[in-house]
């Protein structure tokens, strides 16, 4: 499986920005929760790497906020 691509959208929910996933599947993916476009770029150079490596095929598709699925 290729590796998805990743780019940083102004949040249009909440405030800041957040980073959308695009499997190559198509399936999207939006992680949240970054007060500005630098704090979402180094998650993108530093922590992507660990999300793509942790996150479970059972929760891919479910919105995440800073590496963590949301409270219910």
């Given amino acids: 499986m ?3 691509t990743f780019s940083i959208e102004e949040d249009k929910v909440g ?5 959308v996933v695009l499997w190559t599947d198509g399936r999207r993916e939006v992680v949240t929760g970054f007060g500005d476009r630098d704090q ?3 998650w993108m150079r530093g922590d992507s790497e660990h999300w793509l ?3 479970p095929k059972r929760v891919q598709g479910e919105q995440w ?3 963590r699925l949301p409270k219910d």
């Fill in 65 to 67: 906020v800073n590496n």
């Fill in 40 to 42: 979402a770029e180094r």
């Fill in 15 to 19: 405030l800041g920005y957040c980073i």
């Fill in 53 to 55: 490596r942790d996150v």
């Fill in 2 to 4: 290729t590796d998805p």
